[in-house]
């Protein structure tokens, strides 16, 4: 993986680098950012009692927001049982019965318990997430001072989850034209991932009138600590997003970062603050990149024009 150095020098070869904005304040910024200038995003850590649980849905009840889950035993907590949990709205839309988890268990004063962080632990799933990362891991070592893709270059073979967790690997968008970007829940900067959002959103409306067929759009995170499928299914739905053809995908820290790497985007935490830049890629039917947009100040019309060609 490529030094702090190396990673910026690969994106100032895009585009010039400008100083580093607070993005933690409440007031909007007065003008829109440099071309992929990295940005600072200050996203709160909340202190809890947690404790890890592995274990099998059994129920779930969409209105109340429950799971019912028979776990394994909490070491130094309590014995195996099948339980009620609290979870949010997109962790409950996204759960299925008989799915295996892990997560972390939430005690609250009240005496009700609620999970966070709700990944998949099917054995198959993990093996085939796992074995995507050492995979993506081994290219970008490999590639070396090369491992940014340039425009003309084929994506890298990745696996990660998707807002539903299903495993999905970078095969599954071949023989389609795929528009990518990289986004995380909790930006709080209106011009940057919550504008990117925007105009994905617009551009994938744009497309299906064009007629563009065979289209699927991408959005990858930058958090993936935080930005779970359910986390991430959440986003989908609170923005109204027609997933059909729209995925949100996250997975193993490790697997982003190389990711990342290979795409030329900057994410690095300091503390609590994310500092980050942004990019959008249009890639065609082979896995071939043929454009590239740095920050979000591009056009979804001008995406839609390429996407014709």
Request: glycine share 8%.
């Amino acid at each position: 993986m490529k030094s702090n150095a190396q990673a910026w020098g690969s994106v100032a070869a895009l585009t010039a680098l400008v100083a580093l904005a607070g993005c933690g304040k409440p007031a909007a910024p007065k003008a829109e950012p440099a071309a992929n200038a990295p940005v600072v995003a200050k996203v709160g850590k909340t202190v809890a009692d947690r404790y890890p649980l592995t274990g099998e849905i059994t129920g779930v009840e969409v209105a109340r927001k429950v799971l019912v889950v028979r776990h394994e035993e909490i070491k130094g907590y309590m014995p195996a049982m099948t339980m009620e949990f609290l979870v949010s709205a997109g962790d409950v839309a996204a759960a299925k019965v008989g799915q295996r988890i892990r997560a972390d268990m939430i005690p609250s004063k009240d005496g009700d318990f609620r999970l966070e962080k709700i990944w998949p632990d099917d054995r198959t799933a993990t093996a085939a997430i796992a074995a995507g990362a050492r995979g993506l891991r081994e290219d970008t070592q490999t590639r070396g001072k090369n491992a940014y893709r340039e425009v003309g270059e084929t994506i890298p073979d990745f696996t990660l989850y998707d807002q539903e967790g299903r495993v999905i690997a970078g095969g599954h968008f071949r023989g389609k034209i795929v528009m990518v970007n990289f986004i995380f829940t909790r930006c709080p900067v209106a011009t940057m991932c919550p504008a990117s959002t925007l105009k994905m959103i617009a551009t994938q409306k744009l497309a299906k009138e064009a007629g563009v067929s065979k289209i699927e759009f991408v959005s990858i995170t930058l958090d993936p600590a935080f930005d779970t499928p359910g986390v991430l299914k959440d986003y989908a739905t609170t923005r109204g997003i027609d997933t059909a053809n729209f995925s949100f995908l996250t997975g193993p820290e490790a697997a982003i970062r190389d990711l990342l790497t290979q795409f030329g985007v900057i994410a690095e935490f300091e503390g609590d603050l994310l500092k980050h830049t942004l990019a959008t890629l249009l890639i065609d039917e082979r896995g071939k990149i043929i454009h590239r947009s740095d920050g979000s100040a591009w056009e979804p019309k001008d995406f839609v024009t390429k996407m014709k060609k």
